[in-house]
């Protein structure tokens, strides 16, 4: 039971560049998450998806966005990165909205 | 802004000691509350959840006052494996979503 995986674990991108975060839950979750996690920031969210098929925005959308592939599957896409996108960003699940949420390993991000 | 506010710390504390944090809240509304570890450059880990009738894990106690608006962590008999950042977080009501504080760094120290 590997419980939520993400990918990559690291990434360097070049402002201006796109990429997507793959995230992906076996514990049969309903919901699923992407935060942000700055210093000094805390976690911030910045989409959910409640259930399969549906996805709305959180704290800080703005430069990015989402697609629920599949219940297991939820993916945040950076258009154009930015150098304020840089920056570990974590995936979470949940069995429902907002319910205790079970964490990935996280992505570190660096813009330049 | 819906806010949970931490003492950042760092509290460092000799192993096998008592150690105590409290976080406060200002959504009135918040439904749940929960208390995460996160170790230095990991996930944050669920540690538990805190009941209205506060709730034991072991070493660990977490209490919730609602009339002060306030969750608090006990742990006992310290380890140092203890040593990692408590994040506290309130549930709000509705789609309110959850709200991270921005954690207590604790050091055990042996």
């Known amino acids: 039971n590997a419980g939520v995986t993400q990918t990559p674990k690291f990434q360097v991108l070049k402002t201006g560049q796109s990429m997507t975060l793959q995230c992906a839950q076996d514990?049969?979750?309903?919901?699923m998450y992407w935060y942000r996690q700055d210093p000094g920031m805390g976690l911030r969210l910045i989409y959910y998806?409640?259930?399969?098929?549906?996805?709305d925005k959180g704290e800080v959308p703005n430069g990015y966005n989402v697609s629920r592939l599949n219940k297991r599957e939820f993916s945040l896409r950076l258009e154009s990165a930015a150098p304020s996108q840089t920056s570990v960003y974590f995936c979470?699940?949940?069995?429902?909205?907002?319910?205790?949420?079970?964490f990935g390993p996280g992505t570190r991000l660096t813009v330049t | 802004r819906k806010e949970v506010e931490q003492d950042p710390g760092p509290f460092n504390v000799p192993e096998g000691a008592t150690v105590a944090f409290n976080c406060t809240y200002s959504n009135s509304a918040s439904q749940s509350f929960f208390w995460y570890r996160q170790d230095c450059r990991k996930e944050p880990k669920l540690l538990m959840s805190v009941y209205s009738s506060g709730n034991e894990d072991g070493r660990f106690t977490a209490q919730l006052n609602r009339a002060s608006q306030y969750i608090s962590l006990l742990i006992r008999d310290s380890k140092l494996s203890d040593s990692a950042t408590y994040l506290c977080?309130?549930?709000?009501?509705?789609?309110?979503?959850?709200?991270f504080g921005k954690g207590t760094h604790l050091i055990i120290q042996p």
């Open positions: 514990m049969n979750h309903n919901s």
């Open positions: 998806s409640a259930s399969e098929g549906t996805t």
């Open positions: 977080v309130s549930r709000g009501g509705g789609a309110d979503g959850l709200t």
């Open positions: 979470a699940s949940s069995d429902a909205e907002y319910n205790e949420q079970y």
